[in-house]
C-alpha cells in the first residue's frame, strides 16, 4: 500500500475513518502518515458514525464518503465538510433514500456526486453506471445541470483531481460526453482525452494489448481437490441452534440471526429461504474452508461459485446442494478464477476471469454476454430472484467494517462499529 501510494499515478487513499488502527495490517498508521505527507486525497467509509465518532474520522482530512443510507446521515456528513457519493450499485442501493436532501431538504448539489460501490457488469451494460444515476437524479427532481455537475465536476473536486478533469475548460483533459437532449441523457458520442471512444452504442477504439504474465494467470492456488464433504456440515442429526446471516436486499449490512435448523446427514432440512454458503481460501494453497447458513438471497435449487467479491477476493459458493456447490467452485478453480452456476448436476454458465480471479482480458462483447447469462442462470436454473445476487452474497464474506454476520475462509465473524471483529463459533451450543 505504501509503495502505491508513493506512485506518482496516485490521487487517493481510501476507505479511511477512526477506527482503521483496528484493521491487522503492519504499519498501518503508516499507510496513513504517507498519504498525508505525499498529499493524496483521503476518501471515507464512515458507515454509521455520528456525532463526535463522525468528527473525528473527518478531522482526519476525508474529503468524500459513500456509506451514508440516510437524507440525515448525508446533511450531517455534508455539514461537516465531505463530499457525499450517493450511492446506486448493485447491492447497495441507497438512492432513494439520499436524493431528498437534495430535493426535499434543500442541501446544496455541489457538496454531493455519485458511485455504485459495486455493480454488476450485466447491470451496468443494461442500464447504465454513472450516466443511470444522472438520469434517475434528474428524474426524482434533480435539476439536470445540477444531476450534470455531481457526476462530473463534483466528482472531481471529491477526489482531488479537478485541475484535470470534471469541466470542459482549458487545461484539463478533453473527457467528453456528448448527449443529444440533457434531461434524458441520450449519449452521442463519447471523447477520451480528446480522441473519439464511442458513437452511436460501440466503442471505437482499439484496446490495448494484454500484459499480464503467468503469475497473474495463476492465482486461484487450491491444492486439495474440492469434495462434496466440503460442503457438508459435521453436525449430528437433530435440531441444532446455529447462526444464520441475513441478507436485506439494497442493504450491505447484514443480520446475525439465530435460529433452529434441522440437520441430516450434514444437509440443513426444511430450512425455507437459507442456503449455504462457503468460503475457500485460494491464495495460499485452499487448505481454510468454512461453510455456513445465509438467509435471504431466495436460492431454490443448484449453486454458484465465485472469486470476483469485496475483501479478500477468495472463492465464494453459494447453494443447496452439496454437489452443484462442488461442480460450480470447482469449474471456477479450472477456469482460474470467474463465475459458474450449477444445477441438477451441470453448468448453466460461466464467465472466465483469468486474471487475479478477477478480470478478463476477453472481447468485451463476449464478457457481457457471459455475465448475461449467469445473471439469467442465477434467476432461472437456481430459481433466485434476488437483484444485485452476486454483489450482495460477496459484501457476505466482508468482515472488516459493515455489520453484522460474516463469514471468511476461517469461520463466521462478528463485526461491530465500536469494537474489533471477532470470531463466533457457528454452533450456538
Known sequence: ?????????????????????????????????????????????????????????????????????????????????????????????????????????????????????????????????????????????????????????????????????????????????????????????????????????????????????????????????????????????????????????????TEERIETVAFLDGRPQGADGVARIAVIDRHLGGQERALGLIRGLDVADGAVAMTANPGMMNLVVVGVDEDDMCLAASRVAELGGGFAVAAHGRIHAEVALPIRGIVSDAPSGEVVERCIAVEHAIRDAMGSPFDGFISAAGFACLAVSIPSLKITSRGLARVSRSEPTEAVPFRIR
Open 1 to 253: 500500500m505504501i509503495a502505491l501510494l508513493e506512485h506518482d499515478d496516485c490521487v487517493e487513499l481510501r476507505e479511511w475513518n477512526c477506527w482503521s488502527a483496528w484493521l491487522p495490517i503492519e504499519d498501518q498508521r503508516r499507510v496513513y502518515e504517507t498519504a498525508l505527507r505525499r498529499r493524496r486525497t483521503i476518501g471515507g467509509h464512515l458507515e454509521g458514525l455520528a456525532g463526535p465518532t463522525l468528527q473525528a474520522s473527518i478531522a482526519l482530512g476525508i474529503r468524500s464518503e459513500h456509506e451514508a443510507v440516510t437524507a440525515h446521515e448525508a446533511l450531517e456528513r455534508v455539514e461537516l465538510g465531505a463530499t457525499v457519493q450517493i450511492r446506486g450499485g448493485s447491492a447497495a442501493r441507497d438512492f432513494a433514500d439520499l436524493v431528498p436532501a437534495i430535493t426535499e431538504h434543500g442541501a446544496d448539489p455541489g457538496l454531493f456526486s455519485f458511485c455504485t460501490d459495486e455493480q454488476e457488469l450485466a447491470s451496468m451494460a443494461e442500464s447504465g453506471h454513472i450516466d443511470r444515476l444522472v438520469r434517475r437524479a434528474i428524474r426524482e427532481g434533480v435539476p439536470p445541470i445540477d444531476a450534470v455537475r455531481m457526476a462530473t465536476l463534483n466528482a472531481a473536486r471529491g477526489i482531488g483531481v479537478d485541475n484535470d478533469y470534471g469541466s470542459i475548460t482549458p487545461g484539463r483533459v478533453a473527457s467528453i460526453v456528448a448527449v443529444e437532449e440533457l434531461a434524458s441523457l441520450p449519449i452521442a458520442k463519447v471523447f477520451s482525452r480528446g480522441a473519439l471512444a464511442a458513437e452511436d452504442g460501440a466503442y471505437r477504439l482499439a484496446p490495448p494489448p494484454a500484459q499480464y504474465g503467468p503469475e497473474a494467470r495463476e492465482s486461484i492456488v487450491i491444492r486439495r481437490p474440492l469434495t462434496r464433504d466440503d460442503f457438508l456440515f459435521e453436525l449430528p442429526d437433530g435440531d441444532i441452534e446455529v447462526r444464520v446471516i441475513g441478507i436485506t436486499p439494497g442493504r450491505l449490512a
